[in-house]
């Protein structure tokens, strides 16, 4: 007879931010490889293209499987802060995506804010977008937090 699976029961300590991955097959935390970019298959409407999406890779101490975790949750972009910086690569959007991964997804509270932002921030953000002097005081807003998150987040 098979034995039992044990399932660990305290969570595993990781670094603040990152996934934790369990093996499927033996119920272990995986141990992290480091960073891969994916390339992924992407449909729009009218055609297909390939964009490359950062990964973590893990693997399982016990059987060796592999395992890659996406860290983009949500595709999108920030809305209030891409219409108040500009370009959705603008360097201020991507800090402030990053703190939406690695802090707010990772708790209930943060979960219900970024869904309850996702639905009200684009007409918001389309306001925004057509006053310059909107934009100069969300801008000033923004700025401190992203100061601090590009502190915690910024190198890579
Ligand atoms: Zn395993």
Redesign the pocket.
Known sequence: MQKEREIPKKKPKVPIGLPVVV?P??Y?P?ELLGKVDVDKEERTLFKKRTRSVPHIEFR?P????EWKESLERRGGGCFIATATFGTPMAHEVNILRRFRDVFLLQNRTGEMFVRAYYKLSPPIARTIEKSEMLRRFVRILLTPIVKLFNLIYGKH
């Open positions: 093996c097959d033996c272990k995986m399982c016990d059987c060796g499987m």
